[in-house]
Every structure is written in structure tokens, then in C-alpha cells.
């Protein structure tokens, strides 16, 4: 089965940084999209950062400037550096693979979320 562990959330101050990292197995997803996403109480679920397979890279404009995506595909394993953290990136955060750009509707491989809470 394909599985998608995050880790790295975490409390912060505002202003902080965090690195989130999520891990890939059972799949060989070379060729596909990746992204990270979040998801408030009371909102939709949204892109925040996305890299396709040539690294190219796509940014929700409320983090772009603050956030890093970056992948390592031979390692199965996809990065969100964050930096300047705040408190309206308070929110659960997701990795999913094999998807387009930043409209979570399109992915279908989904982690199970890692919580960041900026203070």
C-alpha cells in the first residue's frame, strides 16, 4: 500500500520556522506532481506549495517569499521549509502526491497531516 508520513509540525512563535518533511513508500511516483496543503478549523482545505517532477514549483501567494518547497525523489521524500511563520499558518498540514498544481480536488494520494501552530 502507498503511505505518506509527515512530520516536523509543531508549536512556534511568530516569526519561526519549521520544517516539515513527508515520507513515501510502496510508490514510485516519478513522474507526478507533489504538494503541500492545509487545512484550518472552519476553512477549505488549500495548496500552499506544490513541485512537479522537473522542479518547477507553484506557491499559494499568502507564503510565497516564506515557504521552500523541494523533493528528493530518489529518497521518497518531500520538504516545506517555513520560514516567518504566522499565526494564520496555523493549521493542519498534508502532503499528497500524484495531482496537479494547488487544487487539492486533483490529488489522490493523501498523508494522514502534521499540526503547525504559530503563536
Known amino acids: 500500500d502507498v503511505q505518506l508520513v509527515e512530520s516536523g509540525g509543531g508549536s512556534v512563535q511568530a516569526g519561526g520556522s519549521l520544517r516539515l518533511s513527508c515520507a513515501a513508500s510502496?510508490?514510485?511516483?516519478?513522474?507526478?506532481?507533489m504538494g503541500w496543503f492545509r487545512q484550518a478549523p472552519g476553512k477549505e482545505r488549500e495548496g500552499v506549495a506544490a513541485i512537479d517532477s522537473d522542479g518547477s514549483t507553484s506557491y499559494a501567494d499568502s507564503v510565497k517569499g516564506r515557504f521552500i518547497i523541494s523533493q528528493d525523489r530518489a529518497k521518497s521524500t518531500l520538504d516545506l521549509q517555513m520560514n516567518s511563520l504566522k499565526h494564520e499558518d496555523s493549521a493542519m498540514y498534508y502532503c499528497?502526491?500524484?495531482?496537479w498544481g494547488l487544487g487539492p480536488e486533483t490529488y489522490k494520494i493523501w498523508g494522514q497531516g502534521t499540526q503547525v501552530t504559530v503563536s
Open positions: 499528497a502526491i500524484d495531482g
Open positions: 510502496g510508490y514510485t511516483y516519478s513522474s507526478y506532481c
